[in-house]
Protein backbone atom coordinates (compact mmCIF):
# COMPACT_ATOMS: atom_id res chain seq x y z
CA UNK A 1 0.00 0.00 0.00
CA UNK A 2 1.80 3.11 -1.40
CA UNK A 3 0.21 5.53 1.21
CA UNK A 4 1.75 3.39 4.24
CA UNK A 5 5.86 3.74 3.20
CA UNK A 6 7.58 6.01 5.30
CA UNK A 7 4.92 5.41 8.12
CA UNK A 8 6.31 3.34 11.42
CA UNK A 9 3.71 0.57 11.05
CA UNK A 10 5.67 -1.39 13.73
CA UNK A 11 5.40 1.78 16.27
CA UNK A 12 1.79 2.28 15.21
CA UNK A 13 0.75 -1.09 15.85
CA UNK A 14 2.46 -1.49 18.57
CA UNK A 15 0.67 1.53 20.07
CA UNK A 16 -3.09 0.24 18.82
CA UNK A 17 -2.00 -2.87 20.53
CA UNK A 18 -1.38 -1.95 24.07
CA UNK A 19 -4.09 0.31 23.95
CA UNK A 20 -6.50 -1.90 23.09
CA UNK A 21 -6.97 -3.82 26.80
CA UNK A 22 -7.24 0.07 28.35
CA UNK A 23 -10.72 0.78 26.32
CA UNK A 24 -12.48 -1.58 28.55
CA UNK A 25 -10.08 -1.79 31.37
CA UNK A 26 -8.61 -4.59 30.89
CA UNK A 27 -5.23 -4.31 32.24
CA UNK A 28 -2.07 -6.46 30.49
CA UNK A 29 1.45 -6.18 29.75
CA UNK A 30 3.09 -7.49 26.16
CA UNK A 31 6.21 -9.85 27.01
CA UNK A 32 8.63 -9.80 23.46
CA UNK A 33 9.55 -13.26 22.15
CA UNK A 34 11.37 -12.32 18.40
CA UNK A 35 11.89 -8.46 18.54
CA UNK A 36 11.04 -8.16 14.80
CA UNK A 37 9.42 -5.06 12.65
CA UNK A 38 5.61 -5.74 10.55
CA UNK A 39 6.27 -5.11 6.69
CA UNK A 40 4.86 -2.79 4.19
CA UNK A 41 2.65 -3.80 1.88
CA UNK A 42 0.27 -5.86 3.05
CA UNK A 43 -2.74 -5.12 5.98
CA UNK A 44 -3.15 -2.45 8.06
CA UNK A 45 -3.17 -0.35 10.88
CA UNK A 46 -6.93 -1.18 11.90
CA UNK A 47 -7.69 2.82 12.49
CA UNK A 48 -6.04 3.33 8.72
CA UNK A 49 -7.57 0.85 6.68
CA UNK A 50 -9.03 2.33 3.94
CA UNK A 51 -12.68 3.09 4.65
CA UNK A 52 -14.36 0.32 2.69
CA UNK A 53 -12.31 -2.19 4.81
CA UNK A 54 -12.97 -0.41 7.71
CA UNK A 55 -16.56 -0.69 7.67
CA UNK A 56 -16.50 -3.98 6.63
CA UNK A 57 -14.39 -4.91 10.03
CA UNK A 58 -16.19 -2.29 12.12
CA UNK A 59 -18.73 -2.22 15.10
CA UNK A 60 -20.60 0.02 15.95
CA UNK A 61 -22.17 0.92 19.78
CA UNK A 62 -25.89 1.73 18.99
CA UNK A 63 -28.43 2.71 21.32
CA UNK A 64 -31.26 1.24 20.19
CA UNK A 65 -33.77 3.22 20.33
CA UNK A 66 -37.10 1.35 22.11
CA UNK A 67 -39.54 -0.33 19.39
CA UNK A 68 -37.53 -1.89 16.77
CA UNK A 69 -36.44 -5.00 17.50
CA UNK A 70 -32.85 -5.59 17.22
CA UNK A 71 -33.19 -7.30 14.36
CA UNK A 72 -34.89 -4.61 12.25
CA UNK A 73 -32.21 -2.09 13.19
CA UNK A 74 -29.54 -4.94 11.85
CA UNK A 75 -31.24 -4.53 8.70
CA UNK A 76 -31.30 -0.82 8.47
CA UNK A 77 -27.86 -0.26 8.99
CA UNK A 78 -26.64 -3.13 6.95
CA UNK A 79 -28.91 -1.00 4.02
CA UNK A 80 -27.38 2.10 5.66
CA UNK A 81 -23.86 1.22 5.35
CA UNK A 82 -24.37 -1.27 1.80
CA UNK A 83 -22.69 -4.34 4.13
CA UNK A 84 -22.91 -8.09 3.76
CA UNK A 85 -22.93 -9.40 6.97
CA UNK A 86 -23.53 -7.90 9.93
CA UNK A 87 -24.92 -9.37 13.45
CA UNK A 88 -25.50 -7.85 17.11
CA UNK A 89 -24.95 -8.40 20.23
CA UNK A 90 -21.43 -10.09 20.19
CA UNK A 91 -21.70 -12.23 17.23
CA UNK A 92 -18.06 -11.76 15.40
CA UNK A 93 -19.73 -11.49 12.01
CA UNK A 94 -18.52 -7.39 11.21
CA UNK A 95 -19.77 -4.91 11.57
CA UNK A 96 -21.42 -6.08 14.84
CA UNK A 97 -23.92 -4.07 17.39
CA UNK B 1 -19.72 -14.33 22.54
CA UNK B 2 -21.48 -15.15 25.48
CA UNK B 3 -20.56 -11.57 27.59
CA UNK B 4 -22.19 -10.69 30.63
CA UNK B 5 -24.88 -7.80 30.55
CA UNK B 6 -25.59 -5.06 32.64
CA UNK B 7 -29.26 -3.29 32.34
CA UNK B 8 -31.34 -0.75 34.18
CA UNK B 9 -34.58 -1.86 34.87
CA UNK B 10 -37.77 -0.56 36.44
CA UNK B 11 -39.75 -2.96 38.16
CA UNK B 12 -44.15 -2.54 39.72
CA UNK B 13 -44.79 -4.36 42.57
CA UNK B 14 -48.79 -5.35 42.56
CA UNK B 15 -48.33 -4.49 46.43
CA UNK B 16 -46.10 -2.12 48.68
CA UNK B 17 -43.74 -3.94 50.06
CA UNK B 18 -41.27 -2.90 53.41
CA UNK B 19 -38.19 -1.80 51.49
CA UNK B 20 -36.15 -3.82 53.94
CA UNK B 21 -38.35 -6.92 52.25
CA UNK B 22 -37.72 -6.13 48.52
CA UNK B 23 -34.16 -5.86 49.82
CA UNK B 24 -33.73 -9.18 51.40
CA UNK B 25 -35.23 -10.60 47.97
CA UNK B 26 -32.71 -9.08 45.40
CA UNK B 27 -29.91 -10.64 47.74
CA UNK B 28 -31.62 -13.75 47.54
CA UNK B 29 -31.44 -12.99 43.65
CA UNK B 30 -27.83 -12.89 43.32
CA UNK B 31 -25.41 -15.22 42.40
CA UNK B 32 -26.51 -18.75 40.93
CA UNK B 33 -30.47 -18.74 39.63
CA UNK B 34 -32.30 -20.75 37.87
CA UNK B 35 -34.56 -19.56 35.13
CA UNK B 36 -37.42 -20.92 32.59
CA UNK B 37 -36.67 -19.15 29.46
CA UNK B 38 -40.30 -16.39 28.90
CA UNK B 39 -43.13 -18.02 26.45
CA UNK B 40 -42.28 -15.39 24.31
CA UNK B 41 -38.13 -16.13 23.51
CA UNK B 42 -35.91 -16.99 21.35
CA UNK B 43 -34.49 -20.08 22.66
CA UNK B 44 -35.61 -23.63 23.79
CA UNK B 45 -37.80 -23.17 26.85
CA UNK B 46 -35.76 -25.26 29.64
CA UNK B 47 -34.67 -24.68 33.10
CA UNK B 48 -31.32 -22.69 33.08
CA UNK B 49 -28.92 -21.47 35.04
CA UNK B 50 -27.52 -18.10 35.09
CA UNK B 51 -25.51 -15.85 37.20
CA UNK B 52 -26.64 -12.52 38.97
CA UNK B 53 -23.26 -10.91 39.44
CA UNK B 54 -25.37 -8.34 41.66
CA UNK B 55 -28.79 -6.21 42.00
CA UNK B 56 -28.54 -2.61 43.49
CA UNK B 57 -31.39 -0.63 44.52
CA UNK B 58 -31.27 2.83 43.14
CA UNK B 59 -35.06 3.72 44.16
CA UNK B 60 -37.72 2.65 45.54
CA UNK B 61 -40.81 4.75 45.53
CA UNK B 62 -44.46 3.62 46.13
CA UNK B 63 -44.64 0.80 44.24
CA UNK B 64 -41.87 1.39 41.86
CA UNK B 65 -38.23 -0.11 42.30
CA UNK B 66 -35.32 1.45 39.52
CA UNK B 67 -32.90 -1.21 39.83
CA UNK B 68 -29.15 -2.03 38.06
CA UNK B 69 -28.65 -5.43 37.36
CA UNK B 70 -25.55 -7.29 36.16
CA UNK B 71 -25.76 -10.87 35.14
CA UNK B 72 -24.43 -13.19 32.78
CA UNK B 73 -25.63 -13.00 28.95
CA UNK B 74 -28.96 -15.10 28.42
CA UNK B 75 -30.94 -14.02 31.90
CA UNK B 76 -34.59 -12.70 31.67
CA UNK B 77 -35.60 -9.35 33.10
CA UNK B 78 -38.55 -9.75 32.86
CA UNK B 79 -38.36 -13.12 34.17
CA UNK B 80 -36.25 -12.04 37.32
CA UNK B 81 -38.83 -9.09 37.89
CA UNK B 82 -42.01 -11.78 37.92
CA UNK B 83 -39.88 -14.21 40.30
CA UNK B 84 -39.03 -11.33 42.39
CA UNK B 85 -42.73 -10.31 42.72
CA UNK B 86 -43.68 -14.04 43.45
CA UNK B 87 -41.34 -14.27 45.89
CA UNK B 88 -42.72 -11.23 47.65
CA UNK B 89 -45.85 -12.42 47.41
CA UNK B 90 -47.13 -9.59 45.83
CA UNK B 91 -46.71 -9.89 42.27
CA UNK B 92 -44.42 -7.73 40.08
CA UNK B 93 -43.99 -6.98 36.11
CA UNK B 94 -41.33 -5.46 34.71
CA UNK B 95 -42.30 -1.74 33.42
CA UNK B 96 -39.12 -0.77 31.79
CA UNK B 97 -35.93 -1.62 30.81
CA UNK B 98 -32.59 -0.47 29.52
CA UNK B 99 -29.34 -1.69 28.73
CA UNK B 100 -26.39 -0.18 29.81
CA UNK B 101 -23.33 -2.85 29.09
CA UNK B 102 -22.98 -5.58 26.68
CA UNK B 103 -19.93 -7.31 27.54
CA UNK B 104 -17.10 -4.56 26.88
CA UNK B 105 -19.54 -2.32 25.41
CA UNK B 106 -20.86 0.51 28.20
CA UNK B 107 -22.75 3.46 27.43
CA UNK B 108 -18.93 5.53 27.73
CA UNK B 109 -17.32 3.55 25.08
CA UNK B 110 -18.72 5.68 21.70
CA UNK B 111 -22.35 5.07 22.35
CA UNK B 112 -24.13 6.85 19.22
CA UNK B 113 -27.27 7.22 17.60
CA UNK B 114 -28.93 5.62 14.68
CA UNK B 115 -29.55 9.45 13.33
CA UNK B 116 -26.01 10.34 14.40
CA UNK B 117 -24.84 7.15 12.18
CA UNK B 118 -27.25 7.96 9.18
CA UNK B 119 -25.44 11.40 9.35
CA UNK B 120 -21.89 9.97 9.06
CA UNK B 121 -22.90 8.04 5.99
CA UNK B 122 -24.93 10.78 4.44
CA UNK B 123 -20.97 12.83 5.30
CA UNK B 124 -19.16 10.71 3.77
CA UNK B 125 -21.51 9.47 0.77
CA UNK B 126 -22.39 13.13 -0.61
CA UNK B 127 -19.53 14.96 0.43
CA UNK B 128 -16.64 12.85 0.55
CA UNK B 129 -15.47 13.47 4.25
CA UNK B 130 -15.00 9.88 6.54
CA UNK B 131 -13.98 11.31 9.31
CA UNK B 132 -16.94 11.18 11.32
CA UNK B 133 -17.96 7.80 9.85
CA UNK B 134 -14.49 6.88 11.26
CA UNK B 135 -15.61 8.39 14.79
CA UNK B 136 -19.30 6.79 14.63
CA UNK B 137 -17.98 3.33 13.43
CA UNK B 138 -14.23 1.69 15.94
CA UNK B 139 -12.19 -1.11 14.45
CA UNK B 140 -13.52 -4.72 15.42
CA UNK B 141 -10.48 -5.38 17.04
CA UNK B 142 -12.25 -3.69 20.11
CA UNK B 143 -14.46 -6.52 20.65
CA UNK B 144 -11.73 -8.23 21.28
CA UNK B 145 -10.01 -5.54 24.31
CA UNK B 146 -11.07 -8.01 27.60
CA UNK B 147 -9.10 -11.08 26.04
CA UNK B 148 -5.50 -11.62 26.80
CA UNK B 149 -3.48 -11.42 23.55
CA UNK B 150 -0.78 -13.19 21.66
CA UNK B 151 0.86 -11.06 18.54
CA UNK B 152 2.07 -13.18 15.59
CA UNK B 153 4.93 -12.42 13.11
CA UNK B 154 4.02 -11.43 9.82
CA UNK B 155 5.27 -14.86 8.59
CA UNK B 156 2.75 -16.82 10.79
CA UNK B 157 -0.72 -14.92 9.67
CA UNK B 158 -1.55 -16.55 6.61
CA UNK B 159 -1.08 -19.71 7.82
CA UNK B 160 -3.31 -19.50 10.52
CA UNK B 161 -5.97 -17.88 8.06
CA UNK B 162 -5.73 -20.45 6.35
CA UNK B 163 -6.52 -22.77 9.50
CA UNK B 164 -3.16 -24.07 11.16
CA UNK B 165 -2.80 -23.94 14.43
CA UNK B 166 -0.48 -21.36 15.97
CA UNK B 167 2.86 -22.77 16.37
CA UNK B 168 5.89 -21.22 19.06
CA UNK B 169 8.20 -19.94 16.55
CA UNK B 170 4.88 -18.21 14.94
CA UNK B 171 4.90 -15.66 18.49
CA UNK B 172 6.12 -12.00 18.57
CA UNK B 173 4.46 -11.09 21.10
CA UNK B 174 2.71 -12.48 24.31
CA UNK B 175 0.44 -10.44 27.33
CA UNK B 176 1.22 -11.31 30.77
CA UNK B 177 -2.88 -12.51 31.08
CA UNK B 178 -2.39 -15.46 28.61
CA UNK B 179 -3.42 -18.69 30.68
CA UNK B 180 -3.25 -22.11 29.64
CA UNK B 181 -7.33 -23.72 28.53
CA UNK B 182 -9.03 -20.01 27.97
CA UNK B 183 -9.47 -17.64 24.88
CA UNK B 184 -6.98 -15.38 23.61
CA UNK B 185 -6.86 -13.23 20.58
CA UNK B 186 -4.55 -13.53 17.81
CA UNK B 187 -3.29 -10.14 16.33
CA UNK B 188 -0.87 -9.04 13.89
CA UNK B 189 2.26 -6.71 14.83
CA UNK B 190 -0.30 -4.00 12.46
CA UNK B 191 -2.95 -4.56 15.09
CA UNK B 192 -5.48 -6.19 13.11
CA UNK B 193 -7.49 -9.31 14.68
CA UNK B 194 -6.24 -12.62 12.87
CA UNK B 195 -8.03 -15.07 15.36
CA UNK B 196 -9.23 -15.97 18.36
CA UNK B 197 -8.45 -19.66 19.72
CA UNK B 198 -7.66 -21.58 22.91
CA UNK B 199 -3.94 -20.99 25.18
CA UNK B 200 -2.53 -24.62 25.46
CA UNK B 201 0.17 -22.62 26.97
CA UNK B 202 0.58 -20.29 30.46
CA UNK B 203 1.91 -16.70 28.70
CA UNK B 204 5.44 -17.85 30.52
CA UNK B 205 5.32 -21.26 28.96
CA UNK B 206 4.74 -18.88 25.43
CA UNK B 207 7.67 -17.07 25.96
CA UNK B 208 10.51 -20.11 26.23
CA UNK B 209 8.96 -22.22 23.98
CA UNK B 210 11.01 -23.06 20.60
CA UNK B 211 8.62 -25.66 19.70
CA UNK B 212 4.85 -26.94 20.16
CA UNK B 213 1.77 -25.72 19.37
CA UNK B 214 0.64 -22.48 21.61
CA UNK B 215 -2.83 -21.77 19.71
CA UNK B 216 -5.85 -23.91 18.31
CA UNK B 217 -7.70 -21.18 17.03
CA UNK B 218 -11.72 -21.66 17.17
CA UNK B 219 -12.71 -18.76 14.94
CA UNK B 220 -10.60 -17.13 12.32
CA UNK B 221 -11.44 -13.45 11.46
CA UNK B 222 -9.22 -11.47 9.40
CA UNK B 223 -9.97 -12.51 5.44
CA UNK B 224 -6.98 -14.78 3.03
CA UNK B 225 -4.83 -13.27 0.71
CA UNK B 226 -4.12 -10.05 3.24
CA UNK B 227 -0.32 -11.34 4.21
CA UNK B 228 2.30 -13.17 2.22
CA UNK B 229 2.07 -16.88 2.29
CA UNK B 230 5.29 -17.99 4.22
CA UNK B 231 5.09 -21.96 3.79
CA UNK B 232 6.11 -23.67 0.38
CA UNK B 233 3.92 -25.37 -1.59
CA UNK B 234 1.75 -28.81 -0.95
CA UNK B 235 2.64 -28.00 2.88
CA UNK B 236 -0.87 -26.08 3.20
CA UNK B 237 -2.42 -26.45 6.49
CA UNK B 238 0.88 -27.00 8.58
CA UNK B 239 1.92 -24.82 11.38
CA UNK B 240 4.25 -22.29 10.69
Excluded at chain 1, 58 to 75: C, W
Aim: hydrophobic content about 40%.
Amino acid sequence: MKESVGVDLTGLGRRFIEGLGGLCGFEERFHVKVDEGTGEGYGWVPTMRPIAKYIEYGVVNLDKPPGPTSHEVVAWVKRLLNVQKAGHGGTLEPPVF
Amino acid sequence: MHSSKEYVCVMQLHRHVAEEDLRRVLREFTGAIYQRPPLRSSVKRSVRRRNVYEIELLEYSGNMALMRVSCDAGTYMRKLCWDIGLMLGVGAHMRELRRIRTGPFTENLNLIRLQELSEAVYAWRSEGREDLIRRAIMPGEVLVCQMPKIVLRDTAVESIVNGAKLAAPGVAMVSNRVRKGELVALLTLKGELVAVGRSLMDYNEVLEASRGIVVEPVRVVLEPGLYPRAWKRGEQGRAP
